[in-house]
């Protein structure tokens, strides 16, 4: 599926993945894998299912697989982070409007302080009531959502010069 600045948002996760590794900081992989009959997309055994090359997670680092935009939906994630003891996630991925969004507004009533990295995050444009929604218009709009009550949402540059 085509997203906006996908390229962009895939580098800055390569970026933030190499700090996290280089640091020994806990990573976990989150790969949606359709089940739905009339799905067209996150097909299995498809590329569109695929983790994205810029980001193959390691024999070591956890994928939990899901089938629902909510990465704590029949998924193992949270029973793992309480056993490991996190409690502190920076969320990034595709996409904004979807699985990021309600992943992060999840963790938030689950108890996780979460910081979202808006620009290894990737949308798409919209169509609403056969009206157009930019990509641009959209990512600003779910960052800004999340922003303040969610998540703290910052940019790569941001997050790494924190840390």
Known sequence: MKLFEMNTAASNVASLLSHFRINQFPVVFIQHIATKT???FFL??????????????TDSEPVFVKHYPNSF????????????????????????HMCIDTTTRAAFDL???????????????????????????VQ?????ALNGTFAKVISTEEYLEVI
């Open 38 to 40: 009339n799905a067209t």
């Open 44 to 57: 299995p055994k498809t590329a569109g299912a695929e983790i994205h090359e810029s980001a193959r997670p």
């Open 73 to 96: 939906r029949e998924t193992g994630l949270n029973e793992y982070l309480q056993k490991e003891n996190l409690s502190d996630l920076v969320i990034c991925g595709a996409m904004s």
């Open 111 to 137: 108890g996780y302080s979460c910081t979202v990295i808006a620009d290894a995050c990737a949308t798409r444009d919209l169509i609403y009531n056969n009206e157009k929604v930019d990509a641009t218009q």
């Open 140 to 144: 600003l709009s779910f960052m800004a």
